[in-house]
């Protein structure tokens, strides 16, 4: 894989037959998605299971291949309803492989799907948590116009102990980069 230099490079596409092998890597690489993300092993197959059941768009979740200029995954962005009524809330995410993190594809990516979900959907909330020690990602949302709502004590358990969340959101309402 190429690095991809500029963020402004990056965008999302649904998955197709020639991600599979990076959909693999994500089920049995633990460095794949970061120390923050890797949940251990499992089922190797999992995300292919998951691409040849929906393609990895369903009303329940779904999951977008985040690709350079070369059209090669570099990552993995998702989205799932939160709330009542669905549709009026997301909760998003991105994983970028280790070789591509630290140039803002992650950031890109982010924008892009928020920017996705607000001009196409009924949302008026995304929304986005992450490990209290995931500073980039933290500076990330901040940039996007994500603000820090609150704090899940001790709701993850990783590396043998129990980390806090904390929660981001963003309304439809106010700025955002990019927008008017």
Request: charged residues 25%.
């Amino acid at each position: 894989m190429t690095s991809v230099q500029r963020a402004d490079a990056v965008h999302l596409r649904a998955f197709i037959e020639g991600d599979l092998a990076f959909l693999d890597r994500l089920c049995t690489d633990p460095d794949a998605l970061g120390e923050f993300e890797w949940p251990g092993f499992g089922d190797p197959r999992a995300r292919r299971k998951r691409w040849e059941r929906d393609g990895y768009i369903s009303a329940e979740s779904a999951a977008v291949a985040i690709v350079g200029a070369d059209d090669t995954a570099v990552g993995i962005a998702t989205w799932k309803p939160v709330g009542s009524p669905s549709g009026v809330a997301y909760e998003i995410g991105v994983g970028v492989l280790p070789e591509h993190r630290g140039q803002g594809v992650g950031t890109a990516a982010q924008k892009l799907l928020v920017d996705y979900l607000l001009d196409r959907t009924t949302a008026n909330r995304i929304e986005a948590v992450t490990n209290s020690g995931n500073l980039s990602e933290q500076r990330a949302l901040e940039r996007l116009g994500f603000r820090r709502e609150g704090v899940m004590r001790g709701r993850s358990f990783q590396h043998g102990e129990y980390t806090d969340v904390l929660v981001y959101g963003l309304l439809r309402s106010e700025s955002r980069p990019g927008k008017a």
